[in-house]
């Protein structure tokens, strides 16, 4: 089945500018979720819904996809345990700390996806690479410390940002672990990873269900469900893979960087978050890390390091 979006579909600026604001986005839905809905409850909805859906649409291709997950059943299991686990921690974390630290912080992936090639696959390290993730390494550490470095000394961090970057680490995981998965179209693998994903993420809901802490979506809950489900979830994965089709994947790289720089403008300007020096300082050193470490990607020689949520 092919979707075509007639005035989008061949624009890949266009198509790429929305998939960047909404990922963006979504660190605002998180914060805007806080009250209105659990934080995991709003993990398994989002992959539930969207299971739901792509089982629908693509219900002629379900033999492919059966083909796909028997060829490589392992990956998309650990795959989607990647994926719910991060949007866990991204939306636990949406109660301790700010939508622009969110959208900072998910600026790192793309850079520990480099430095986890380098350990985990002996992939080679470019001197401007690994000085790319020292600079985001560092713009991490002046958000994490909330521009007071000396914190660091008795390890004082936001637990907000410590979920964040740990579902940071998981979302690499994932990322790293698509080399090893099997060809394939790959919204059927995103349908595969979604349906394998509401399903490790009901251990999440056990959690809260035990913890006397689940608790069902208000309207306003409901809302944020439908958007974090159709934009960051479905739309912004359906116009990159578009854009990568039509440019590749170096130009669509850079893309990456304009993330964080949206989260942040939506979360001053949607939730009127305080965007401080210490922000713009991260905020600079994180993108310009990111710029530097995909340098080589982006100049025909590297692979795809992409970044969503």
């Given amino acids: 089945m092919t979707l075509r979006l007639p005035v989008l579909w061949s624009r890949p600026i266009v198509l790429l500018t929305f998939s960047t604001i909404f990922w963006g986005g979504n660190a605002v839905a998180g914060r805007f979720a806080v009250g209105h809905i659990s934080p995991f409850l709003l993990t398994h909805l989002r992959w539930f819904i969207l299971a739901m859906f792509l089982l629908v649409l693509f219900r002629k291709r379900l033999q492919e996809a059966k083909e796909l997950f028997r060829a490589g059943w392992i990956g998309f299991v650990l795959g989607g345990m990647a994926l719910g686990g991060f949007n866990m921690f991204f939306y636990i974390a949406a109660h301790h700390t700010t939508a622009i630290n969110l959208g900072i912080l998910q600026g790192s992936?793309?850079?520990?996806?480099?430095?986890?090639?380098?350990?985990?696959?002996?992939?080679?390290?470019?001197?401007?690479?690994?000085?790319?993730?020292?600079?985001?390494?560092?713009?991490?550490?002046?958000?994490?410390?909330?521009?007071?470095?000396?914190?660091?000394?008795?390890?004082?961090?936001?637990?907000?940002?410590?979920?964040?970057?740990?579902?940071?680490?998981?979302?690499?995981?994932?990322?790293?672990?698509?080399?090893?998965?099997?060809?394939?179209?790959?919204?059927?693998?995103?349908?595969?990873?979604?349906?394998?994903?509401?399903?490790?993420?009901?251990?999440?809901?056990?959690?809260?269900?035990?913890?006397?802490?689940?608790?069902?979506?208000?309207?306003?809950?409901?809302?944020?469900?439908?958007?974090?489900?159709?934009?960051?979830?479905?739309?912004?994965?359906?116009?990159?893979?578009?854009?990568?089709?039509l440019i590749g994947v170096g130009i669509c790289g850079l893309f990456l960087n304009l993330v964080p720089i949206s989260a942040s403008f939506l979360a001053v300007t949607l939730l009127s978050e305080k965007f401080g020096v210490f922000h713009a300082v991260s905020l600079l050193l994180v993108v310009l890390g990111l710029w530097l470490a995909q340098k080589p990607a982006m100049d025909g020689s590297g692979r795809d390091h992409s970044s969503s949520s």
């Fill in 109 to 245: 992936i793309p850079i520990i996806v480099i430095a986890g090639s380098f350990f985990f696959f002996k992939d080679r390290i470019r001197s401007l690479q690994a000085l790319g993730i020292l600079i985001g390494l560092s713009g991490v550490l002046v958000l994490a410390s909330g521009g007071q470095l000396q914190r660091l000394v008795g390890v004082e961090f936001n637990i907000g940002d410590l979920y964040m970057l740990i579902g940071c680490g998981l979302f690499a995981g994932y990322t790293l672990g698509l080399r090893k998965a099997p060809d394939g179209d790959q919204i059927i693998g995103l349908l595969l990873f979604s349906i394998t994903a509401q399903i490790v993420t009901v251990m999440g809901l056990a959690y809260e269900f035990n913890a006397g802490v689940l608790f069902w979506p208000s309207m306003e809950g409901w809302l944020i469900v439908f958007f974090v489900t159709v934009f960051p979830s479905f739309l912004a994965h359906l116009f990159y893979m578009r854009s990568v089709q």
